[in-house]
Nanobody, 117 residues
């Protein structure tokens, strides 16, 4: 199991930027996949972006071109750079890690992102 702690959530105006961080309790080198999910009030949790151990990235359509996921294996940290934020990006953002293809997914506690004027 890996413990994950998110940070960086905040209140930001539309068009603004934020960078979320997710610190892991152990080395993330070789972790099969890591990702960012979000859950807005009354909605299901959805995948925002993911990155494999080989740095292959995927994004949900609504954030393509605005969000960038990255991982720093030396710092055991996952990032999500969010630009051109929109009110519909408002949600609790969760970090997740899946150590191997068959391992259960580990979750952080979440960080609140609110986009509002």
């Amino acid at each position: 199991q890996v413990q994950l702690v998110e940070s960086g959530g905040d209140l930001v105006q539309p068009g603004g930027s934020l960078r979320l961080s997710c610190a892991a309790s152990r080395s993330i080198f070789g972790i099969y996949t890591m990702g960012w999910y979000r859950q807005a009030p009354g909605k299901q949790r959805e995948l925002v972006a993911s990155i494999t151990s080989g740095s292959i990235t995927t994004y949900t359509d609504s954030v393509k071109g605005r969000f960038t996921i990255s991982r720093d294996n030396a710092k055991n940290t996952l990032y999500l750079q969010m630009n051109s934020l929109k009110p519909e990006d408002t949600a609790v953002y969760f970090c997740s890690a899946k150590r191997t293809i068959s391992a259960p997914r580990d979750w952080g506690q979440g960080t609140q992102v609110t986009v509002s004027s």
